[in-house]
Nanobody, 123 residues
């Protein structure tokens, strides 16, 4: 069981990044997937989630309208498209596998995590 994030980097405010989470060792379409972020000294924050079989998505208020989560089950990949980035979006972004099928932004509802990818928004 493995989740591997990529696509992070340094971007100016107002810019865009597309994160990818490639999974292996399980059937992607049987599980919900979430994206979380963390900055030093703070708890991990749920950003976006997608239910299995594209039954629904949810976004944190802080990113709604700017971030879009999507999944490509054939490629075992979940993407997070991040637009109109702000300095407060800076952090390490993790993807995680849900313990069930339905979307959640709560860390307790996820049981397997990737190592994370750094996103820095700065001029």
């Amino acid at each position: 069981l493995q989740l591997v994030e990529s696509g992070g980097g340094l971007v100016q405010p107002g810019g865009s990044l597309r994160l990818s989470c490639v999974v292996s060792g399980f059937t992607l379409d049987a599980y919900s997937i979430g994206w979380f972020r963390q900055v030093p000294g703070k708890a991990r924050e749920g950003v976006s989630c997608i239910s299995s079989n594209d039954e629904g998505t949810n976004d944190a208020d802080s990113v709604r309208g700017r971030f879009t989560i999507s999944r490509d089950n054939a490629k075992n990949t979940v993407h997070l498209q991040m637009n109109s980035l702000r300095p407060e979006d800076t952090g390490v972004y993790f993807c995680a596998r849900g313990v069930g099928r339905y979307c959640s932004l709560l860390e307790v509802d996820f049981g397997a995590w990737g190592e994370g990818t750094q996103v820095t928004v700065s001029s």
